[in-house]
């Protein structure tokens, strides 16, 4: 029915309100993606030089060895996990935020929560690296505490991966369940409480539920680019942090071999598809 | 069912008191109204009884139970808020059956539950539908029916109609009525609505800047209203300012009104005394015959507005303008201009100190 307006009008007096948005987005992402579309499939780079021809050679690369495979499957948990940790913390903040506080402490927390947003990427990584290491903020501040000695170095490890990719991201969750929360109405639980919930039977039976796209659509935004992730893997982790995402980022700035990592993107690109796609009828039911 | 006892509750946001040692009995079973102008508390009182807010000082007492630190969940109340509150997310008959499910009931117990309550509110047959696919009055009707399933021993109702449009706020009032007595609950209705609150309830209270001042049955209120606050509030009333003397007023031009002997204020004192349009008779001058016993002005025809069934007169008299009702019954009519006089009993006339 809302789109019987539409087609009876033609898409015609939209074009001029859509034509920026599709120019850009075919700019900016279609033709560099469709060029590396066409590397993926070369030898050699054309600008290198060298004789080039057409080969699935980049493709076939990926199941040759248990490597990438391996590799890829270690992002997707981490991937997981990020999003697992980030629901979890971003959800409770969120909740906070939009029926808790109020004025002016609201907007103070507000702007904490997004300041992540604002800070550069790479200042963030080492700050944490500050925190992490032995001898470091954590370390120190807890052995200032705690009556026994404890070694904390946390510094290239599988946890310090999470951390700082959960630190990176929880501000998606934060914005998007701030605000599908914000619309559900204070009355709507006064009401749930007064038929006798308890506050956790209202959580789970009427706030989880309305919040569910926020928590949906933030653990998308999370997702995806955690499986492909490599600043935070590379610097955090160290030795043990090589996941699919930095092994591309080698293939691109180190061993400079950019068909093979054109094509490991893209199979990177239809797993994640393939993924979102299987999950959707799922994740729709719980909308 | 139960009484709710409501003792000597105050609370304050900061330095405004918008409860102050508020004392009402709402009585087991009855429909009590609690009416006032915008801001007078009545929002806040109710929503003590609920448990969604708790007092600062003062006791909230259900059925013998002392509640005031008790959470909403465990207080066993209905409620039925303004804007309806219906889950969007759940079907009719699931938000319906919310209550009894949270309880932890029977699958068919609620199924049956669930049904007898669609029934009551005449909504039988649409217990599949969403929220959304309903009209304003049903939505109100699943509101009542999702608040009553429980079995609750109050019913809390802040302002349910006032979303509705006239005619079917009518329809929803004779009908939330039936369906009170029918399940003989005690209700606790908000309202800033004089005619809803009349016709309604059996006990009103008048709240005002978060003091009650004044309660009793409609008649009683409208009849003898406390202060000229509840008179004017309450109905339309003349209000003729004076000074107390015996057992009546004297205006400023001289004349004394005779009062129904109430508690009187002292004499010499500054006070006025309150008449219902519709307690006033109103003659031509020529035919007026003077009878001790009434009260009398004369005056003169300002304004004369045709209504129908009743006129409304507005006479300049005693330096003032009275307003007064009159049904028409084929008597002569009047028109501007005309000299009149005003008759009324002294059993219509309340006194009060200003
Ligand atoms: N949460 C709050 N914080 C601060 N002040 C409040 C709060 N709730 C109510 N008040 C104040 O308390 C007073 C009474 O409010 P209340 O909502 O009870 O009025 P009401 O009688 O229900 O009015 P209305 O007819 O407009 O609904 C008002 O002056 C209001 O501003
Ligand atoms: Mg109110």
Same mark, same amino acid.
């Given at each position: 029915?809302?789109?019987?307006?539409?087609?009876?009008?033609?898409?015609?007096?939209?074009?001029?309100?859509?034509?920026? %948005?599709?120019?850009?987005?075919?700019?900016?992402?279609?033709?560099?993606?469709?060029?590396?579309?066409?590397?993926?499939?070369?030898?050699?780079?054309?600008?290198?030089?060298?004789?080039? $021809?057409?080969?699935?050679?980049?493709?076939?690369?990926?199941?040759?060895?248990?490597?990438?495979?391996?590799?890829?499957?270690?992002?997707?948990?981490?991937?997981?996990?990020?999003?697992?940790?980030?629901?979890?913390?971003?959800?409770?903040? %969120?909740?906070?935020?939009?029926?808790?506080?109020?004025?002016?402490?609201?907007?103070?927390?507000?702007?904490?929560?997004?300041?992540?947003?604002? $800070?550069?990427?790479?200042?963030?990584?080492?700050?944490?690296?500050?925190?992490?290491?032995?001898?470091?903020?954590?370390?120190?501040?807890?052995?200032?505490?705690?009556?026994?000695?404890?070694?904390?170095?946390?510094?290239?490890?599988?946890?310090?991966?999470?951390?700082?990719?959960?630190?990176?991201?929880?501000?998606?969750?934060?914005?998007?369940?701030?605000?599908?929360?914000?619309?559900?109405?204070?009355?709507?639980?006064?009401?749930?409480?007064?038929?006798?919930?308890?506050?956790?039977?209202?959580?789970?039976?009427?706030?989880?539920?309305?919040?569910?796209?926020?928590?949906? %659509?933030?653990?998308?935004?999370?997702?995806?680019?955690?499986?492909? $992730?490599?600043?935070?893997?590379?610097?955090?982790?160290?030795?043990?942090?090589?996941?699919?995402?930095?092994?591309?980022?080698?293939?691109?700035?180190?061993?400079?071999?950019?068909?093979?990592?054109?094509?490991? $993107?893209?199979?990177?690109? %239809?797993?994640?598809?393939?993924?979102?796609?299987?999950?959707?009828?799922?994740?729709?039911?719980?909308? | 069912?139960?009484?709710?006892?409501?003792?000597?509750?105050?609370?304050?946001?900061?330095?405004?008191?918008?409860?102050?040692?508020?004392?009402?009995?709402?009585?087991?079973?009855?429909?009590?109204?609690?009416?006032?102008?915008?801001?007078?508390?009545?929002?806040?009182?109710?929503?003590?009884?609920?448990?969604?807010?708790?007092?600062?000082?003062?006791?909230?007492?259900?059925?013998?139970?002392?509640?005031?630190?008790?959470?909403?969940?465990?207080?066993?109340?209905?409620?039925?808020?303004?804007?309806?509150?219906?889950?969007?997310?759940?079907?009719?008959?699931?938000?319906?059956?919310?209550?009894?499910?949270?309880?932890?009931?029977?699958?068919?117990?609620?199924?049956?539950?669930?049904?007898?309550?669609?029934?009551?509110?005449?909504?039988?047959?649409?217990?599949?539908?969403?929220?959304?696919?309903?009209?304003?009055?049903?939505?109100?009707?699943?509101?009542?029916?999702?608040?009553?399933?429980?079995?609750?021993?109050?019913?809390?109702?802040?302002?349910?109609?006032?979303?509705?449009?006239?005619?079917?706020?009518?329809?929803?009032?004779?009908?939330?009525?039936?369906?009170?007595?029918?399940?003989?609950?005690?209700?606790?209705?908000?309202?800033?609505?004089?005619?809803?609150?009349?016709?309604?309830?059996?006990?009103?209270?008048?709240?005002?800047?978060?003091?009650?001042?004044?309660?009793?049955?409609?008649?009683?209120?409208?009849?003898?209203?406390?202060?000229?606050?509840?008179?004017?509030?309450?109905?339309?009333?003349?209000?003729?300012?004076?000074?107390?003397?015996?057992?009546?007023?004297?205006?400023?031009?001289?004349?004394?009104?005779?009062?129904?002997?109430?508690?009187?204020?002292?004499?010499?004192?500054?006070?006025? #005394?309150?008449?219902?349009?519709?307690?006033?008779?109103?003659?031509?001058?020529?035919?007026?015959?003077?009878?001790?016993?009434?009260?009398?002005?004369?005056? #003169?025809?300002?304004?004369?507005?045709?209504?129908?069934?009743?006129?409304?007169?507005?006479?300049?008299?005693?330096?003032?303008?009275?307003?007064?009702?009159?049904?028409?019954?084929?008597?002569?009519?009047?028109?501007?201009?005309?000299?009149?006089?005003?008759?009324?009993?002294?059993?219509?006339?309340?006194?009060?100190?200003?």
């Amino acid at each position: 029915m809302a789109t019987g307006g539409a087609s009876r009008r033609g898409i015609g007096p939209a074009l001029p309100l859509l034509a920026p %948005a599709y120019l850009w987005l075919t700019v900016a992402i279609f033709l560099p993606l469709s060029a590396m579309a066409f590397f993926s499939f070369m030898t050699e780079l054309p600008m290198s030089g060298k004789d080039w $021809s057409f080969t699935l050679e980049n493709y076939a690369a990926f199941f040759s060895g248990a490597l990438y495979p391996t590799l890829l499957w270690a992002s997707l948990r981490l991937g997981l996990e990020v999003t697992f940790w980030c629901l979890l913390i971003g959800f409770p903040a %969120a909740y906070v935020l939009a029926k808790v506080l109020k004025g002016r402490v609201r907007e103070a927390i507000f702007l904490l929560v997004i300041l992540p947003f604002w $800070s550069n990427g790479l200042v963030r990584i080492f700050s944490w690296a500050m925190v992490l290491r032995e001898g470091g903020i954590l370390d120190t501040a807890l052995n200032a505490v705690l009556p026994f000695k404890v070694n904390i170095d946390l510094m290239y490890s599988y946890p310090a991966v999470i951390i700082g990719l959960v630190h990176s991201y929880v501000p998606y969750v934060v914005l998007t369940c701030y605000l599908t929360l914000q619309a559900i109405d204070d009355s709507l639980i006064e009401a749930a409480r007064s038929l006798g919930a308890s506050r956790l039977q209202t959580l789970r039976r009427l706030i989880l539920p309305l919040a569910m796209p926020g928590l949906i %659509a933030g653990g998308v935004l999370i997702f995806v680019p955690v499986v492909g $992730s490599f600043m935070e893997p590379r610097i955090l982790g160290g030795r043990t942090g090589t996941f699919y995402g930095t092994v591309i980022e080698d293939q691109f700035v180190a061993v400079f071999n950019w068909p093979l990592g054109a094509a490991l $993107s893209f199979i990177l690109l %239809a797993v994640v598809l393939v993924i979102l796609a299987v999950a959707a009828p799922v994740l729709r039911r719980a909308q | 069912m139960a009484d709710v006892r409501v003792e000597k509750v105050t609370r304050s946001f900061g330095a405004h008191k918008a409860l102050d040692e508020v004392s009402i009995v709402f009585p087991d079973g009855g429909f009590y109204a609690l009416l006032g102008p915008s801001g007078s508390g009545k929002t806040t009182l109710l929503r003590m009884i609920a448990g969604f807010d708790y007092p600062d000082s003062g006791s909230i007492v259900i059925d013998g139970d002392s509640v005031e630190r008790v959470p909403v969940d465990k207080r066993r109340i209905g409620m039925v808020f303004q804007n309806y509150a219906l889950f969007p997310n759940m079907s009719v008959a699931d938000n319906v059956a919310f209550g009894l499910s949270v309880r932890g009931e029977a699958k068919a117990t609620i199924a049956v539950e669930v049904q007898r309550a669609l029934d009551l509110v005449q909504l039988g047959k649409l217990g599949e539908r969403r929220p959304h696919q309903l009209s304003g009055g049903q939505r109100q009707r699943v509101a009542l029916a999702r608040a009553i399933v429980t079995r609750p021993r109050v019913l809390l109702l802040d302002e349910p109609l006032s979303a509705l449009d006239k005619a079917l706020r009518v329809d929803m009032q004779v009908e939330l009525k039936r369906i009170q007595r029918e399940i003989g609950i005690t209700t606790i209705f908000v309202t800033h609505d004089q005619e809803e609150a009349l016709t309604m309830s059996d006990r009103i209270g008048i709240l005002r800047d978060g003091r009650l001042v004044q309660e009793g049955s409609p008649e009683e209120i409208y009849d003898s209203p406390a202060s000229e606050f509840a008179a004017t509030f309450l109905g339309d009333a003349n209000i003729l300012p004076g000074t107390a003397e015996g057992n009546g007023l004297r205006l400023a031009d001289g004349t004394l009104v005779a009062a129904r002997s109430t508690v009187l204020p002292a004499q010499g004192r500054a006070a006025s #005394c309150a008449v219902r349009p519709e307690r006033i008779a109103i003659l031509p001058a020529a035919v007026a015959m003077l009878d001790g016993k009434e009260n009398s002005l004369a005056g #003169c025809v300002a304004k004369r507005i045709f209504a129908g069934s009743v006129s409304t007169y507005f006479v300049d008299c005693a330096g003032q303008t009275v307003k007064v009702l009159v049904q028409n019954a084929g008597q002569p009519r009047l028109g501007e201009g005309d000299d009149v006089v005003l008759r009324w009993s002294p059993e219509s006339t309340v006194l009060f100190a200003s």
